[in-house]
């Protein structure tokens, strides 16, 4: 008999408990029957889970022991990738492999424990009692700071003085919870770990196709002809997803890496060349000047789908650094002018042959016409030749039958122009014609396992769910202001616009806020949410704390002490809070910055009058629930197993805070009390909302009987709607986030379904649940050219049959909207075309262009000398002290982390902490001979911030560069060490970068940056 691997398991779990039955089935040689011990996982439960580190989502299989009864607790003894899993297909990169020392590792917190002001220890407490200490400082503190209405006495209910973290590696079920827990609180001080990672891309990515996300999926990777891999490095932070770029390679792809260093992903690409950290835009600005220049340009796209042929306002203007509206005394652009010339009509004027002045097309390629490949070569030190191979390869995708992609990451984001980075890219994909294209795309690939789901849930300062804008003070002070401002009009005839249809997602959204409080006469409870002043990101709120403007801080599930730039800053500001409430199932440096570790930690307990209240929660494999993966599908995992000690799921710590919080409020009264006895909070257990009745209300659901104009009942009250489409926005349907409308459907849960069936081109539709809508690529429509037909026969998505858009994926675009109809591709914009020119979308310009770091190794920026870094760059006076020059600190440090290591999980890993159990640093040939260090000296690198201790790895990776006329030396930061830890003690390389972020979205500038370099 003859059984696959995965066959065998689903046997042997099955009951067939004996060796001899195995063998009675032919599975065993002969020789096996003489053996005693049994197969370890003959008894075992088998789960589906999904790896808890990053967005790749592979899948898990967790075997449990423990048969279910009362008295008896299940535990996870082995866990394996999952052979059906369309992605990893049953591989784990050797975090995933190490998973169960992560469940298991003796740095998981299993008590509640407080640690009190001045103290030196922790102290356990009862759920309790931490809950009612905790509750108490929270309403004390709302109390005193509650702002129900500004100074022209518009709502804005807003608690400043308490921030919060949230989680990424949680389920979006807890991030839904934290959302609704948050907001009815007032908190608008919050921020997640996509602002420290992609939060540009959010912007770039929406600013020109209209979504934030990763345009395709890890498995559409193989379906590419030329891989260009910038800002990011696959093969270790993403290594089972990277294998569909080596599937591709097999098939004849080249596989293109620039980067600072020769790193992992460099090793198995065709061709590797260096750039300067922090130059990216000079080398892609090339790209578009080279690619412009050689007429490497698939017109028929370019000229249909984009806005190409757009005029653009007359008052729009680039010199000498600057775009037209800079108010220098703020520090900000007036973007007025950055717009389309409208008809009277109100729909953009064009040019479709592309001879006006001031079309897209002609104001593009003048402002890239300064970025010749010898100011290319100059200003990144990329060899002349080696860009202009990467410009060659780019161009030969300019046709139908040949599509290039690019794998991006946080090399390109976490800079002050992180966002324009990849915007310069986006731009290059949409001349090629590679969006919507499979193989194609811009592929951003994201760090944390579920924080695409963070993200999609709104859990940043100025967001609400499926990127809906939390309501701004000034901009929409009322209900219609606010539906006013973020309804588009299209701009081009016949276009979808699918913003258009924003007040049926935000009376969805309000009904599930607010249930039957929310009624057309208050305008759905509307003035209860919070509104906004200003953006309140991690940067900003620890500036304040720092500042002492701040009380309490609750952190869930993150790290902020070693995941936030300048950490004597963040560990300063973090002693002058009242109270700290970390949730997380592992100890972190968060909990413990009060500790004294010597140099990496020096302070004194006794100073610091912070009380600390630590609160277990579970892990992935602890609870049900479903995460995002990169490419955002939406996959349900299963639990295996009951937490450690008293740990519980976030949503139960979140649900009994919050009915305490409730309970205070119903007693006692309090400013803003409200919002909060008027929220939603219909759930079995108050104190502990399920997974699956969080995962009902993201779908949504119908609250009375929804019918046609006919008067046809559509969907009964209180049934499940099949997506986003069935919302309305009279009050009859409830959803908490629209754009995962259709995850859980009167046909059940769709994010645990497990059909891996290949329907073309590696399309896995059956598997998980794909926001939005199931569909796998985005702007998939693009894929065909303006009459429909696929532009290339070999990689054919969608096609219009004659009556309706069909194929392998679910269509992009309104499925009956014939091609004569003018509909373009980009539905989410009104326009209807991918944007060459942003218009108005970002603050520091329409067209990217080349600012130097803030710590700039050239002091200068020979494109525009008066305007070396971004003018549109937020710096607060106590980070501009902090800046180093060039002078003092020489050398460019750059951040990047290992494969064997996630962030600053894995550090609580035997197996992790076994494969990279030292901290160290990598610096090239020359500049470790200039300075007398060898190989496995001990060297102190430091900052204007701060300093690390750390082993030398001297590499021929990173070579001195040639820049501006003067030698450029870069040395490389991995990140991963620090106090909590079961491998050797570390120092938090965050003491280095400075607290200055991206321009759009104030993602730190952790990749370029001044260090100085000494032999300690
Ligand atoms: S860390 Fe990423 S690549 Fe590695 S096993 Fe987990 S999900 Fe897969």
Redesign the pocket.
Known sequence: MQLSRRQLFKVSAGGLAATSSMATLGLFPTAALAEVRQYKLTRAKEVRNT?T??S???GLLMYSLGDGAKNAKAEIMHIEGDPDHPV?RGS??P??AGLLDFIHSPNRLKYPEVREPGTNAWKRISWHEAIERVARHMKADRDANFVAKNANGVPVNRWLSTSMLTASASSNETGILTQKFMRALGIIATDAQARVCHGPTVAALAATFGRGAMTNSWVDIKNADFILVMGGNPAEA????FKWAIEAKKKGARIVVVDPRFNRTAAVADEFMPIRAGSDIVFLGGVINWLIANDKIQWDYVKAFTNATFIVNEGFSFSEGLFSGYDEAKGRYDRSSWSYELDDKGLAKTDPTLSHPRCVWNLMKAHYARYTPDVVTDLTGTPKDAFLRVCAHLGETAVATRVGTILYALGWTQHTVGAQNIRTMAMIQLMLGNIGMPGGGVNALRGH?NIQGLSDLGLLSTSLPGYLTLPNEQAHPDFASYLAKNTPKALQPGQLNYWSNTPKFMVSLLKWFWGKNATAENNWGYDWLPKWDKMYDILQLMEMMYQGQMNGFIVQGFNPLTSLPDFNKTSAAFAKLKYMVVIDPMTTETSSFWQNHGEANNVDPAKIQTEVFRLPSTCFAEEDGSIVNSCRWLQWHWKGAEPPGEAKPDQEILGELFVALRKLYQDEGGPGAETILNLSWPYRDPAAPSPEELAKEMNGRALSDITDPTGKVLFKKGEQLPGFAALRDDGSTLSACWIFSGCWTEAGNQMGRRDNTDVGLGNTPGWSWSWPANRRILYNRASSDAQGKPWDPKRVLISWTGDKWAGIDVPDFKADAAPDTGMNPFIMNPEGVGRLFAADKLVDGPFPEHYEPMESPLGTNPLHPKVVTSPAVRLFASDKERLGKHDEFPYVGTTYRLTEH?QFWTKNVRLNAIAQPEQFVEIGETLAAEKGIKAGDTVKVSSKRGFIKAKAVVTKRVKALKVNGKTVHQIGIPLHWGWETVAKKGYLSNALPPAIGDCNTQTPEYKAFLVNLEKA
């Not at 993403?238 to 997803?241: I, K, L, N, T």
């Open positions: 790896c580190y990053c790749v989502g592979c990893s784990l990169c975090k995933g993403h290594p089972v997803g396992s996630f």
